[in-house]
């Protein structure tokens, strides 16, 4: 563990279900681009070998929750241990290798600038596409991001990544209430309800190199919509709950 | 045909009263044995009273039927029991919702403990050695 009291206190979270096959590659090229770093693994009870590969890589700190909580509860952990231990930033980035570990020092730069709290790797920023997604995700995608403006009246270009850089302001509030299941655009709604400021930055993703989509197949789509739209909803009409910290 | 149809009705409100009654001691003993936690046994409670005393006041039901303008006073009854099973079952999605957070919290309490833990043995293990 680092000196608390630099400044380039940073925590990288990497929530893992079943991702033995990609997440090996991803934490050595996390090696190798910020040796040094803090990760922090939760393995969301993986039936796979997960943890077995993740603990290959020394110096890797990993969580193994004892039953599955699903995404959300699995980055929850994240932020509750990065609030304890007085981490700056968070940076959170799937295990299935599809967000660049090269990106990370992009996404955060603009907290280091204070420019704004949390930052979304965002794969249509600047009107083009960089990632092929298929049309019914880059639909569903797209009427998410309308609700998100209908509810918020801000325009987050893609709500459903999950390549984000919190600060600790942040990561203090999240640690305290996060959605469970497809978590991602209800935190956002979550997070501009109560003053945060988002920004997205155009990143690179890949299509997954293995495992499966936490969308497509677990549950399917029809629920995935209806759940994460009425999450949306609930979460804008739910009071303010962020107690402190400069509102901006 | 008269002393028929009165002895069927009698017959049902023999049976209505018994059955009323056998649910509210079954609640009451499942209670008493600890099986239902008392806070969670107050709409059980409450529902096996309204249906014994449904089924002792014939004419009871009657007012009720004419007071929510329903036609025909059996429905009442469904309409009474169909409350009572709503009201039940969304509290058992409160409680569930409620237990559902309590063990998120807890898994992740337990996993970030046996992380430290892990830690901390791994450092008494490397205090010992040197």
């Not at chain 1, 600060?167 to 996060?178: G, H, K, M, P, T």
């Not at chain 1, 495992?211 to 029809?222: E, P």
């Not at chain 1, 739910?238 to 107690?243: L, N, S, Y």
């Not at chain 2, 409160?94 to 309490?109: M, Y």
Request: charged share 25%; proline share 3%.
């Amino acid at each position: 563990m680092k000196d608390k009291n630099t400044p380039d206190n940073v925590l990288i979270v990497i929530p893992a279900y079943n991702e033995e096959a990609s997440i090996g590659a991803l934490l050595q090229e996390i090696r190798v681009l910020y040796g040094g770093w803090d990760i922090l693994v939760v393995n969301d009870h993986s039936a796979d070998r997960t943890p077995e590969v993740v603990r290959r890589y020394k110096g890797t700190m990993t969580v193994d929750l004892p039953r599955n909580l699903g995404i959300g509860g699995a980055v929850q952990t994240g932020f509750i241990y990065a609030a304890r231990n007085h981490y700056d930033y968070v940076v959170q980035l799937d295990a299935d290798g599809q967000h660049q570990p090269a990106d990370i020092i992009r996404l955060l730069e603009p907290l280091k600038k204070e420019e704004t709290d949390v930052v979304i790797g965002s794969r249509f920023c600047n009107g083009k596409s960089s990632y092929r997604a298929g049309f019914a995700r880059r639909t569903g995608i797209r009427i998410i991001s309308f609700f998100c403006w209908l509810l918020t009246g801000k325009k987050v270009k893609d709500c459903t990544s999950g390549f984000r850089a919190y600060n600790r302001e942040a990561i203090q509030f999240l640690s305290e209430y996060y959605p469970i299941d497809y978590p991602e655009p209800e935190a956002v709604i979550m997070l501009i309800k109560n003053r945060f400021r988002i920004s997205e930055i155009q990143v690179c993703m890949h299509p997954r190199k293995a495992g499966k989509s936490s969308i497509s197949f677990r549950r399917g789509t029809t629920y995935y919509m209806f759940k994460v739209v009425l999450g949306m909803i609930m979460t804008a009409i739910r009071p303010k709950t962020r107690k402190y910290g400069k509102l901006q | 045909m008269e002393s028929f149809s009165n002895v069927n009705i009698f017959r049902m409100q023999i049976i209505a009263i018994a059955g009323s009654v056998v649910l509210f001691l079954f609640i009451l003993n499942l209670i008493r044995r600890k099986r239902i936690k008392e806070e969670y046994s107050l709409l059980w409670v409450f529902f096996g009273m309204v249906f014994i005393v449904l089924s002792l006041w014939r004419q009871g039901l009657d007012y009720i039927a004419m007071a929510i303008g329903v036609a025909y006073p059996p429905t009442a009854i469904l309409l009474i029991f169909l409350m009572a099973m709503f009201m039940i079952l969304i509290q058992f999605s409160i409680i569930i919702s409620r237990l559902s957070d309590a063990n998120k919290t807890l898994c992740q309490e337990i996993g970030l403990m046996k992380m430290e833990l892990a830690k901390m043995k791994e450092e008494k293990k490397d205090q010992s050695e040197a």
